[in-house]
């Protein structure tokens, strides 16, 4: 583990487009290291690995300092790295407020020549500076040049032929150390420290249904006796999970209806209480051709009259309304008669048992 980047030759090469647009942004945003992950795994294929180095003076610790990419096919790898520049271009130091920075990342190769295009079968590799044990040692393993001086004396030898007395002259040489050993054996223990202080600090995390570990979801949802079921896409069961009181309050109400079609379809709807199916009329209605909404739908029927008797007690009806048809069909389109499908089955597992309801499009 190098605790800093490796001097590259030349100017910084402008970002080439594409891909490598996500992994600039990282770079000047000076995103921290979990949010940098979440991003790139939201918008990239790629790997993503974290390569931890020692923290220079006035940077953020945890903070993505550069973007390391190592091709898949071999070659030398591309780091962006970000650099803070003054309004007039020229680069500033540590000590100028960040209000008055601007960070600008730049693409760099070793060879100089500009890479191809992300391959999603890179590694991309965050350098995240942290606060190491490299502190503590002396200053000649802290610095980027590690340097030891000694003292050498030197006779002159005719003097010590001619008089047997030996004229010595001191003279101090410097030369480096090489401290990669140390630096390296340390990182070993500042890495296992790293995480173990990063579990800690994430505890909080575990209980949260929007980052805790899958299979913790159903756990979690115990608490509050929710059953979850794990066959459903994982965004879906986190936000159940997160949801589950509220649903549990409104459950059966107009409220508690639309907002579980919500999580579990993700189609806009409401519910329109009280309001009752077209009756049937002699001449004047249709009859539904298909047993379900969602044959129905397929044989695109309009919106049917339908018998029901009046005679017993008033049958208590709402309707769940859908946005209109061409909407419908272009949101979900092959999807659209399972998603009916799904509709039905939890509008009937939510609703009271002593209501009945219908569906229909916006506009019929």
Do not use: C
């Amino acid at each position: 583990m190098n605790p800093q980047l490796p001097a590259l030759p030349g100017k910084g090469i402008p970002v080439v487009p594409g891909d490598y647009d996500h992994l600039r942004t990282v770079v000047e945003v000076n995103y921290p290291v979990r949010a940098a992950r979440v991003f790139l795994n939201r918008h990239l294929s790629n790997r993503v690995t974290v390569h931890l180095v020692e923290a220079q003076r006035g940077e953020r610790v945890g903070h993505v300092r550069a973007v390391q990419v190592n091709p898949a096919a071999g070659g030398e790898p591309a780091i962006i790295r970000g650099v803070r520049t003054l309004p007039d271009g020229s680069r500033a130091s540590h000590f100028v407020p960040d209000d008055l920075v601007t960070v600008r990342a730049e693409l760099a190769t070793v060879d100089g020549r500009p890479p191809g295009g992300l391959d999603p079968r890179d590694t991309i590799v965050l350098h995240i500076p942290v606060r190491g044990y490299l502190r503590f040692l002396p200053g000649a393993y802290q610095g980027a040049v590690p340097t030891e001086q000694r003292t050498i004396v030197k006779a002159d030898e005719a003097s010590t032929r001619r008089w047997g007395v030996r004229d010595e002259v001191s003279t101090a040489e410097v030369r480096g150390v090489n401290t990669d050993a140390t630096r390296r054996f340390l990182f070993i223990y500042q890495h296992m420290m790293t995480s173990i202080v990063d579990r800690i600090e994430q505890i909080s995390s575990l209980t949260d249904p929007l980052t805790a570990d899958p299979k913790f979801l159903p756990w979690i949802a115990s608490w509050v006796t929710f059953t979850l079921d794990e066959s459903l896409p994982l965004h879906q069961q986190r936000e159940l999970v997160r949801r589950a009181i509220r649903l549990y309050r409104t459950r059966g109400t107009k409220e508690g209806v639309e907002e579980i079609i919500r999580v579990l379809t993700a189609a806009p709807v409401k519910v329109s209480p009280r309001e009752k199916p077209q009756p049937f009329a002699l001449g004047a209605a249709t009859l539904a051709g298909g047993r379900t909404p969602a044959e129905r739908y397929v044989r695109s029927e309009g919106r049917a009259n339908y018998l029901y008797k009046t005679e017993r007690e008033p049958i208590n009806f709402f309707a769940l309304v859908l946005e209109p048809r061409y909407r419908f069909e272009k949101r979900f389109s092959e999807r659209a008669p399972a998603v009916l499908r799904r509709l039905t089955q939890i509008v009937t597992a939510e609703k009271p048992a002593h209501i009945t309801f219908t569906i229909r499009f916006e506009g019929d």
